[in-house]
Structure formats: C-alpha cells, structure tokens
C-alpha cells in the first residue's frame, strides 16, 4: 500500500459530462501530481501542487482543471468529456517539490460511453 | 525537452532466465533517470533511480540498472526472473530533482514458464 488514496476506483460517464476524481497524498506528503495513462499515449504528465499551488503542467487539455485544498488532497476535473478521454487516472505524492521519489495511487479508470 | 524511448513493447522471457529491459534518453543537461514497475491492476512503484555516482544502481527484487552516458541508456537488467516478475516496466527521467517526471511509454515483461 502506497498510502495514496485515489477515489472513486471506477466511474462510468457520458459524452459531455463533468466528473471529479480525487487524490488523498500519503501523509506528510505537500506534493500531488496528476497522470493520464492509455493505451496510445501511454504515461502522460498532466499537472503538479506543491502545498497548494500549481507547480508544473504538461500535456493538460482546456477542458481539465485540477486544484489542491488546504488539507492536501486534490481534485482532477474534467469537462465536456470525449470518448477519447477514457483512460487511466494515476495520482501521485511527494515529500517534496521534487520527484525523486513518487508514490502511486491505484488510479481511477475512467469510462466516456 | 527530455524524452524517453524504450526499445520493446513487450518482452517474453522463460522463467529463471536473464532479462534486459531497454531503455534512452534525450536530453541537453545533466539527468536523473528511474525504473518504475507497475504490478497488474496496481499503481507504479519505484524500483530504482539514478541520481549521481555510482553508474550501476541496485534496486529491489533482485534488479539493477546501468547508468552509460556516452549511450544515453539506462537499462534495466535481472539475472534470473520468476513468475511474479509479471509487470509493466517504465523508465522515467527528469532534468533535476526539482521537475517534472518523463515518463516511457512501458515495456510489459512476459515470463514464460
């Protein structure tokens, strides 16, 4: 157990529809990072909080939004989804603003019907 | 821009035989370079890193890395595989300690019995 909490596990949508997935970093943890693993593209950064702020971003598309609260955990929102956002949805935390050492969650699989 | 490429998709090996996991970098600046593993229907943890000294680095379950500049690799190597050796690998790197992460786009390692 990595001690990140990703949560829902599964969730199934429609096209055009807004959902919110939801990170818990290990505890101690300041850093969140966010990752879109498919098939295609394979593991793909999409943004990093470091205790509260926007660090880093990647590949994040306008349609997504991500932020951390107070207490650390943060929300990845998608909007507006298309089937081509179905993929695999990893969180990550460090000790940290650095990545030398990232620890996983068991990601959130995410279904656009 | 940091990338990643591994070589092989997918790499089938019988069980107790030697496996190398191949992996190159691009980068202009100096380079900090991970393995990751990803077991089945689980997050990517780290197996080991390079960040300086050394070039050969031991990670855990028996598996090991060589860092070789001139080649711009970073291959991952065991000497005799087993069966829960079943996983996704990922080479990863960065450009310093205080960046985002790149991540390959996998290699999954087969072991045939």
């Known amino acids: 157990d990595s001690g990140v909490t990703q949560t829902p596990k599964h969730l199934i949508t429609a096209t055009g529809q807004r959902v919110t997935l939801r990170c818990s970093p290990r505890?101690?943890?300041?850093?969140v990072y966010w990752y879109q693993q498919s098939l295609d593209q394979g593991l793909q950064f999409l943004i990093q909080y470091y205790n509260g702020e926007e660090r880093a971003k990647g590949n994040i598309l306008e349609r997504f939004s991500a932020q951390q609260f107070p207490d650390l955990h943060s929300e990845l929102n998608l909007s507006s989804l298309e089937l081509g956002d179905s993929a695999l949805y990893f969180c990550?935390?460090?000790?940290?603003?650095?990545?030398?050492?990232?620890?996983f969650g068991s990601g959130t699989q995410l279904s656009v019907l | 821009a940091q990338s990643v490429t591994q070589l092989d998709s997918q790499v089938p090996v019988f069980e107790e035989a030697p496996v190398e996991l191949r992996c190159n970098y691009s980068?202009?600046?100096?380079?900090?370079l991970f393995w990751y593993v990803q077991y089945p229907n689980q997050g990517l943890q780290l197996l080991l890193k390079y960040l300086s000294g050394s070039t050969l680095v031991k990670g855990i379950n028996g598996f090991e890395a060589e860092f070789n500049k001139s080649q711009t690799s970073f291959h991952l190597r065991k000497p005799s595989v087993h069966i829960s050796d079943t996983a996704e690998y990922f080479c990863a790197v960065t450009p310093n300690r205080d960046d985002k992460i790149i991540f390959g786009k996998g290699t999954r390692l087969h072991i045939l019995p």
């Open positions: 980068s202009s600046v100096s380079v900090y």
């Open positions: 505890s101690g943890d300041l850093s």
């Open positions: 990550a935390s460090s000790l940290g603003t650095g990545a030398e050492k990232l620890f």
